[in-house]
């Protein structure tokens, strides 16, 4: 069903402004996160919830949809008839990867939540150009609270738009240097998160007496 948050669809203009992947992304100044919450109901079933949502009042969207979680995950901080918590399994689609802060207040949220799964991917890269960015250690942060954190693709972007935008039996195309951009972020990312992969490794060696 769709959310009750935002029922109506992204048009066609909004989601390729505010989701196209260029290096230089002038006049941008909001996110955008498209949503998927999936719940086990049963051995063959999910319930399945989508929408999207925007910057309010001052209010970054990351911050935003955990203001709402109380009505797209119910059960989520109690249990159900056998005293077992429900899982959730939540997918953003970003029009920018979370700020500093918003990277921060996320990961202390995981921390009290192990019974939600967080997937995030992203369209742009929010002020990851300098090496020792907080954005980029906000990032790091992420991946170490269990997020896993993806660049969009083709895929990606095909399937928002078949999902959260009001298409009219449109079809997606992609735009000029979609693919290109998406390798190049999907490098830079790489680079950032790689010395999360270097410290669980330092871990493990630890673990072994190495």
Known sequence: MISKLDSVLMTQ????????????????????????????????????????????????????FLRHLGALCPGLWGSSVDGARMCYAVTWFCSWSPCSKCAEQLTHFLSQTPNLRLRIFVSRLYFCDEENSQEREGLRHLKRAGVQISVMTYKDYFYCWQTFVARRERSFKAWDGLHQNSVRLVRKLNQILQPCETEDLRDGFALLGL
């Open 13 to 64: 203009r909004k989601f390729i402004f505010h989701y196209k992947n260029v290096r230089w992304a002038r006049g941008r100044h909001e996110t955008y996160l498209c949503f998927v919450v999936k719940r086990r109901t049963g051995p063959d079933s999910l319930s399945f919830d989508f929408g999207h949502l925007r910057n309010r009042s001052g209010c970054h969207v990351e911050l935003l």
